[in-house]
């Protein structure tokens, strides 16, 4: 096992832009719309969480390296009557490319969601059989040209 050598790579400009869903009740999102969810705001919240996330991504994954992110920013949208979807784009100058900091930040934003808006997904039963996290995945990859 070993973190990959980039020493040799230059450092250049590169981008990630990854995205998710989550699916809830049509009466939470109802509560987000309103404003009305006891923890506070989860999109405002999950944008926060999404931003610690990618900071913090080489600490979460293993052989991930370190990078000094310049940008991360976080897109929270209600689709519909039952969808949010997170869009997350990140940044940065360095020998290797910001993927994983993208689905990590889309992920704990999702997961932030979930937890904010939890007790309102619950059936009589305690489950939770409409709130789904899904299709986390990079939309996009650049990194600039070497010149």
Known sequence: MTMIDVSEKTEILREAIASGVIRLKP???????????????????????????AKKTSELIPLCHPLPLTSVEVYPKLVDETTIEVSVVVKTRAQTGVEMEALSAVSMALLTIWDMTKQYEKDTDGQYPSTVIQNIHVIRKYKQQQI
């Open 27 to 53: 009466e939470t999102i109802q509560h987000i719309k309103d404003g009305k969810t006891a923890k506070g705001d989860p999109l405002y919240t999950a944008k926060i969480a999404a931003i610690l996330a």
